[in-house]
Structure formats: C-alpha cells, structure tokens
C-alpha cells in the first residue's frame, strides 16, 4: 500500500528545522525533499526564534510564505535544560510574550515548553516553583490564545508522568497540555510505553526520535524503528486513542542542543524521515488506519 495512503488521514508530519540544517534555506530544503511542507522552529542561523531580531523574523516569515512552507509549532528554551528554575522568570515571561506575537504571523498556537532543571533546591521546593512558573506561564498563554505543550525532558515533570498531569490537572487551564517525545525515555532512563499510556489523552505533540544504550551508558541516537524506544508501539497507542496532532521528527543523529554538539544533517534528517514514513505505513495496517 502506498506510504499516502496507508497513513491515518489526521497524522501531520513535520521536523525540527534546525536538526536538518543551521539556515531556514536548508531547513525548509529538508522538509521539501521528503515531499513534505511544515517545520517545527527551534533556532535559526543558531539563534532562537524569540531572539531573532525584527528584520530577521521578517525575512523568515517572507520565505516561509514564499515556499508554502507552514509551521507546526516553536520550540522555546521557557523551563528548558539551561534554564533553571532558580533562575531569571523575566526570561521565561518575554520570551512567551515575544513568541505570542510571532505565532500569531506564523498561524501556529503551540509553544513547547519544558519544567526547570531544579538550581539545587529541595524536591518540594523545586515543584511548588515549577508550578508556579507555569502556572503564570499558562494564563499569559491563555490571554494569549497559546497552547504550551509541556515535554517529558529537563525539569520537575520531566521524567514522570505523575508530575506532568500534576501540572495539567492543578492548573487546570486549556491553555498547558503535553509533548511526547518517543526517544527522551531511552536517554533519561525510562521505557516510554507506560508514560505514553499514562499521559495520552493530554498529549497535543509528539516529537519522534529513537535511541538505543551504547557502550558505558552512553546514548546512541539512531532512526526511528533502529532503536529501544518502541516507536512502532508508540505510534499504535497515539492513534488507538486518537490523536490527531503533528508527529515532528527530532533526530538528534547530527545534532544535540542540549551538549551543544553538531550543527545538523540534511542527509540524516531526511533518513530519519522516511524511516518515520515506513513505521507509519506498517503501523496504519496493524491498527486498521488509512485514508
């Protein structure tokens, strides 16, 4: 069965630009090579999309419009690895305001967003401001007509599901919901399937990535499906209950944001996409999906 036909109607493929190449060229290059036409932004010549000055932004929007290129979503540093939760909020607050103007002229709503590493305090000290942040974080999101999906990486909730409906259910605004990432389980030391089983119905994005243990503990990136990440059996457990967001490549085989290690591969890109693109097909058959 042919790869369009095979896949569920509602799944959305995109990629995480930057992991493909430095340069918007190069990242929108990517994602046309695999036929496709949408772009999660992370950075852009290095430089996070809340950062880039006015006269930059515009002249990334203009070539996203010339190339019919569309954007699924921005994944902000708001709680991320290098953001402490001891540290500056200001940060964290002018970078949602910055980015909600910025969605608004890309048309996306969702803003990724992670739970503060913990700065050395204690555990309940570290959630109760962590949720506080977010909390904040949430309403202005709200004014805003933002989504902020939290992923399951740095920070408070990062590594338990426990924690991340915590924060969906405490808060309790429209405005905080969940990014999957299939791969980070591998690298934090956790199997995905039982989070994924726990957190799905809260779930708005899904990073896809896979990895797989390497000699003394280290974390080997490879394809979607190469690994121990389950992505195959991830796949079937999103779309038996239903989710229709975006499935957005996140390699990590080139680059790695977090060790500021690569600058990206467009070949490596590209394979991991259409190695995405044939777990989609066998898992469209095994869960009775396709057009």
């Avoid at 930057?18 to 430089?47: H, K, S, Y």
């Avoid at 190339?67 to 200001?90: E, H, L, M, Q, Y």
């Avoid at 390699?251 to 190695?275: I, Q, Y």
Wanted: with cysteine; aromatic share 4%.
């Amino acid at each position: 069965m042919p790869f369009a036909e095979a896949v569920p109607a509602e799944v959305r493929l995109a990629g995480i630009g930057d992991e493909a190449a430095p340069d918007l060229a190069g990242q929108i290059g990517a994602v046309a090579e695999l036929g496709w036409n949408r772009l999660e932004l992370r950075t852009i010549g290095g430089t996070p999309l809340a950062d880039l000055d006015e006269d930059a932004f515009r002249q990334a929007v203009e070539r996203l419009e010339a190339t019919g290129t569309s954007v699924a979503g921005v994944a902000s540093k708001i709680g991320d690895w290098s953001r402490p939760v001891t540290g500056d909020f200001a940060a964290d607050v002018r970078d949602l305001e910055v980015l909600a103007r910025r969605c608004a002229v890309l048309g996306t709503r969702l803003v990724r967003v992670m739970s503060y590493p913990r700065g050395g305090l204690d555990e309940p000290e570290w959630g109760r401001r962590a949720r506080e942040r977010l909390r904040e974080l949430a309403r202005r999101a709200e004014d805003h007509g933002l989504v902020l999906a939290h992923e399951n990486c740095a920070g408070w909730a990062g590594d338990r599901a426990d924690r991340m409906l915590d924060l969906v259910t405490g808060i309790g605004s429209p405005a905080l919901r969940l990014l999957f990432d299939i791969g980070n389980g591998v690298a934090h030391g956790y199997p995905p399937l039982p989070m994924l089983r726990a957190i799905v119905s809260h779930v708005v994005h899904v990073h896809v990535k896979d990895a797989r243990s390497g000699a003394g503990g280290a974390v080997v990136f490879v394809p979607p499906g190469e690994g121990e990440a389950q992505v195959a059996e991830c796949l079937e457990v999103l779309f038996q209950s239903g989710y229709g967001g975006v499935l957005s490549i996140e390699p990590h085989v080139k680059l790695r944001p977090h060790l500021g290690s690569g600058t990206g591969g467009r070949e490596a890109f590209v394979a991991c996409g259409r190695a995405l693109e044939r777990l989609l097909a066998r898992t469209a058959l095994t869960t009775g999906g396709g057009r």
